[in-house]
C-alpha cells in the first residue's frame, strides 16, 4: 500500500481515538459537575436535619406537655399548649406544631384556631408517629398533608413521663419551600434536571413541575413482585393522598467509559419527547431519600467534537513533519550520492588536469588580456557618457543664456538711439544694466556647472521677493515683452524661505519667459504672480492665460521635451527648473488652470525655521 493509504488509515484510526477520548473526557466532566452539585444538595437537606431534628426533643421536655396529655379533659391546659405551640412555631419558623397523644389523636396545635386545625385529627398512620411511639427516639418523615395538600417534612418526638413512659408525640412540620427555592437546577447546564425521591423511587421534589410526584423506578426495577407493588401503590396513596403517581419511562443505557458506578446514561421519554441524561444518584442522609441528578449529554458531543479537531490538527501537523523530514532525507540521500559522484569525476579528473596545465596558463593570460581590454572599453564608455551629460551642460546653458543674452542686445539698441538723441544718464543707465546682466550670466554659469556636478550649498533664509523682482527685471527687458500685463501682487512684508537667489531666479526666468511665449498669441494676455502662506511652506504661483498643457503635465518635466520650435528652446529649461528645486528642498509642479484656461506653476519652497 502507498503511503496515501497508510495515511488514511492513521487518520481514521486518530480520529476515532480522538470520539472516544472526547467521549471519556466529556462524560467525566459532566459526571464531576453533577456529583458537584449532588454534594451541595445533599449538605442544604443534612443543614435542614440538623436545624430541625434536635427541636421536638426540646419540645417534648416542656412540662406543660406532660400535663395536657395526663389531664387532656383540663380545657385550661389545653389552651395554655396550644399557644405555647404557636409560639414555638413562631420561634422556630415552621408551618404546624401539634401534639398527639397514645393513639394518634390531636389534642393541641398553634393553628387551634383555623378552620384546617389538626386538633381532633388521627395521624396514627403516619410513619412519623408510628416510629416514635415504637422505638421512642426522634423520627423524621416527608408527606403531603391530608388536611392543607402541603408537602412538608415532619420532625416528631415522643413526650414521656418522669419514670420514662411515652404519653404522646410532639410534631413540627416545615414546608419544603424554602428549601426547594434554594434546590435550583445546576447552573453550569443549561439542559439538566434534578429529582429527589422517597424509598419507593417517588419524586416529592423536582426540578420540573411535570416530574412532579412521578414514579422513576417502575420503569428500572424489572424484578419488583406484584406483591411490592401494591404495598408501594399503598404507601404512595398514604404519603401523597390525591397525587396519580404515574411511572415515567426511564431507559437505561449503560454506564458510560471513565465514570463512576453511581452514574449511568439514561433516555426519558415524556410527553412526546426524548431526552438523554447522564444520572447520578446520590443517598441524602439519615433519610431512605435519593437526590437524582440528570445532565443533559449534549455536552459530550461538543467535547468529542473538539477532541476530534484537535485529534486532526495534531494529525496534519505530525503528517506535515513526516512529509517534511522524508523529502528532507530523500534530498540529503540525493547530496550524498551526488556527493560521491562528484568525487569520483574529480578523482578521474585529475590526472586530466595535471595534462592540460600549459592549456589551462595559455587561457588565464587570454582571459588576463580580455579583462584588459575590458576596462578599456569600460572607461571609454565613461569618458563617451561624460560627454553625453557636458552635451546635455552645454545645451541647457546655450537656452538659459539666450534669454539674457537678448534682453543685453535690447538694451545696447535702445543704448545706441539715447546715445544718438545725446541722453548720456540713459545710456550709463542701460550700460549698467548690459554690465548687471552680463555678471549674472557668469553667476548662471557657475551655478549651472554646481548644478552638473550636483553639489549644491545647503539653502539659505531668503525673502522670495528678491528673486521675482530680478527676473521680472530681465523679462520686461524683451521686445516681445510688449502688450503682455504682468500683474505681481507683491507682498509687503518680507516672505522668508530657505533658497539661493541665482537658482530661484533662473527658475523665474524659466516660467515667466515660458508664460510670455504661451500668452503672446491671446488678445488680452496677462501673467499672474502671487504668493500663497501655507502652514510650513510658501507657494509662488505663475498663471497666465494661454492655451494651457496638451497632454501628459509631468512629461513637460523630461530632458528635450517642447513643444515650440528650435529657435525658442531646446527643452530643458522645465526639466532644469525643477532638479534646481529639488537640490532646494522644494517642488516645482504644473498642471492647467481650474478657474479658466492658461496653465499654472507652483513653487513650493519651506519656510524659513522649518526642517530641510
Known sequence: MTYRVWALILFLVTAACSWWVGGWAGFRLVEQESLEESFRYSQLVANELKRYRPIPELMAEHPLLESVLKYPQSENLILQANEEMKQMAAIVGSSDVYLMDRTGLTIAANNYQLKSSFIGRVFDFRPYFQDAMRTG??????????????????????????????????????????LESQWQRPVPFSDAEMVVLDGDGISFLASRPGWLYRDFQS?????????????????????????????????????????????QRIRINDNGGTREYLSVQTPLPQL???????????????????????????????????????????????????????????????????????QLLEEIRQREEAQTELRETQQELIQAAKLAVLGQMSAGLNHEMNQPLTAIQTYARNGRRFLERGTHEMVDANLNEIVTLCDKMAELTRQFKVFARKSEGPPAPLDLRLPIDAALKIISAQEHREGIRIDWRRPDAPVMCHGDLIRIEQVMVNLVANAVQAVESSEQAEITIDIVDQPAHWQCRVRDNGPGLTGDTEQIFEP?????????????????????????????????????????????????????
Open 137 to 178: 427516639k426522634s423520627a423524621v418523615y416527608f408527606a403531603l398533608g391530608t388536611t392543607t395538600d402541603v408537602r412538608g417534612l415532619y420532625f416528631s418526638h415522643p413526650v414521656k413521663s418522669a419514670t420514662g413512659k411515652v404519653l404522646g408525640v410532639i410534631a413540627v412540620k416545615v414546608q419544603v419551600t424554602e
Open 219 to 263: 420503569g428500572t426495577e424489572a424484578e419488583t413482585s406484584q406483591l411490592d407493588g401494591i404495598d408501594k401503590a399503598k404507601r404512595g396513596n398514604l404519603r401523597y393522598p390525591g397525587r396519580d403517581l404515574a411511572p415515567i419511562s426511564v431507559v437505561t443505557l449503560g454506564q458510560p467509559l471513565g465514570v463512576s458506578e453511581r452514574s
Open 288 to 358: 431512605d431519600w435519593k437526590l437524582q441528578v440528570m445532565v443533559g449529554t449534549q455536552s459530550v458531543l461538543w467535547t468529542r467534537i473538539q477532541f476530534l479537531i484537535g485529534g486532526a490538527v495534531l494529525f496534519l501537523g505530525g503528517f506535515l513533519t513526516w512529509l517534511y523530514l522524508r523529502e528532507r532525507y530523500r534530498r540529503e540521500a540525493e547530496l550524498a550520492l551526488r556527493g560521491e559522484q562528484l568525487e569520483r569525476r574529480v578523482a578521474e579528473r585529475t590526472a586530466d588536469l595535471e595534462s592540460s596545465n600549459a
Open 560 to 612: 528635450f521635451f517642447t513643444t515650440k520650435s528650435m529657435k525658442q528652446g531646446l527643452g530643458l529649461g522645465l526639466s532644469i527648473s525643477r532638479q534646481i528645486m529639488d537640490a532646494l528642498g522644494g517642488r516645482l509642479t504644473g498642471h492647467n488652470r481650474a478657474d479658466g484656461p492658461g496653465a499654472e506653476f507652483v513653487l513650493t519652497l519651506n519656510k524659513r525655521g522649518t526642517a530641510e
